[in-house]
């Protein structure tokens, strides 16, 4: 049974953002800061620069993620994301992506997580509007995932 909390079915998965000093082990000792509460990061992007790097993250249990932040005094943002499984990697991209610009939504940035228990490739996408984007997507035979379906 997973150890994160219930939510009600539906509720959209979030992705916490946090600046990091871009130095060496600094990555590290987050996810180790993690891994110790027996969270699991299940999609990761960086995106650095010469001083810091901002990383996105997609855990198992978000709520205890917010309250290791808030003690810890991490600074961090949160945003409602689209997770959608892709069957195929390369035709299921591009329908994926076909079906968000024929519906008119865009998509900020995506970036793949770890592979679902079920064995499902994911897709993590912060969209202009992620419930019709989601809705959207759902619609066209996609298997939305919510964060009950990320508790792991």
Excluded at 10 to 28: C, D, E, H, Y
Excluded at 99 to 123: C, I, Q, W
Aim: glycine share 6%; proline share 5%; with cysteine.
């Amino acid at each position: 049974m997973p150890d994160c909390e219930v939510k009600p079915p539906g509720t959209l998965p979030i992705q916490f953002a946090v600046m990091l000093k871009n130095r060496a082990g600094a990555l590290s000792s987050l996810v180790r800061l993690l891994r110790s509460e027996n969270i699991d990061v299940i999609g990761l992007s960086v995106q650095d620069s010469r001083d810091a790097a901002v990383v996105r993250l997609v855990v198992s249990d978000p709520d205890n993620t917010m309250r290791i932040f808030m003690e810890k005094g991490i600074p961090h943002t949160t945003s409602e994301i689209a997770v959608i499984a892709l069957n195929e990697s390369g035709r299921g991209l591009a329908r994926a992506l076909d079906v968000l610009r024929a519906a008119e939504t865009n998509l900020d940035f995506a970036y793949s997580l770890m592979p679902h228990p079920e064995g499902k490739s994911l897709m993590a996408m912060h969209l202009e509007d992620t419930q019709f984007g989601m809705s959207v997507l759902h619609k066209s035979g996609f298997r939305v995932f919510y964060e009950e379906d990320l508790c792991r």
